[in-house]
């Protein structure tokens, strides 16, 4: 079964600062791999998604994301943060066979940004 | 504008009692879902329809049930067999078969006291 792995739950850093947010995912294939913010009491935002092609996604906000098949990893990025940007963040997978095409969360990081 | 809608978004319940929370969306989307959102877990799957009259359990489909007689409504009933119902519940709809992207509402949090 696929899973995914977010290791840090938690992850401050300054504005104007770089962020790396990490993601394993664990599937036999390729999968289709997103990442969506969340701000409090709210739903799901999409940031970016990955299908195929290009490994250097570009999404919303000023994000990216690099796709890893080595690493089996997806990790998100963005070179200067904004305090706007404190959210929860979780990325996601979809097999391209999966039934129903069921995404698998991670169990999230939630940022803070200090001014 | 198209999307989804859910209401309400504060519900209170009394424990036995069972409860629908709504979802609604007007993007013509043939695949909708419903997940569960826990503090530290992530979001976990209850129950996904992809076309009207069908539907599949998800990862933590007991103490749930569901109905799709309309394309664009997909309600979740929360029965008094659900032993940990307090959460927050999200719905996404997608546009199946070619698009693997899911859309989400802004949430119901539900609260049994």
């Known amino acids: 079964a696929q899973s995914v792995t977010q290791p840090d739950i938690h992850i401050t850093v300054s504005e104007g600062a770089s962020l790396e947010l990490r993601c394993n995912y664990s599937?036999?294939?390729?999968?289709?791999l997103f990442w969506y913010v969340q701000s409090p009491g709210q739903g799901l935002q999409l940031l970016l998604k990955?299908?195929?092609?290009?490994?250097l996604v570009q999404g919303i906000k000023g994000f990216e994301a690099e796709f890893k098949r080595s690493q089996s990893s997806f990790n998100l990025r963005k070179p200067s943060v904004h305090w706007s940007d404190a959210a929860e963040y979780f990325c996601?997978?979809?097999?391209?066979?999966?039934?129903?095409?069921?995404?698998?969360f991670g169990t999230g990081t939630q940022l803070k940004v200090e001014l | 504008d198209g999307g989804i809608t859910q209401s309400p978004k504060y519900l209170f319940r009394k424990e036995g009692q069972n409860v629908t929370l709504s979802c609604e969306q007007n993007?013509?989307?043939?695949?909708m879902y419903w997940y569960r959102q826990d503090p530290g877990q992530g979001l976990r799957l209850i129950y996904y329809?992809?076309?009207?009259?069908?539907?599949q359990k998800g990862d933590i489909a007991e103490g749930y049930s569901v109905s799709r007689e309309k394309k664009e409504s997909f309600p979740l009933t929360v029965t008094s067999a659900q032993k940990n119902p307090t959460a927050f519940y999200l719905c996404?709809?997608?546009?199946?078969?070619?698009?693997?992207?899911?859309?989400f509402g802004p949430g119901t949090r539900l609260t049994v006291l």
């Open positions: 996404a709809s997608r546009r199946a078969p070619l698009d693997n992207e899911q859309f």
């Open positions: 599937y036999g294939a390729t999968p289709y």
């Open positions: 990955y299908f195929s092609g290009d490994t």
């Open positions: 996601a997978v979809v097999g391209p066979t999966g039934g129903g095409n069921k995404l698998t």
């Open positions: 993007l013509n989307h043939d695949a």
């Open positions: 329809s992809q076309i009207v009259n069908d539907f």
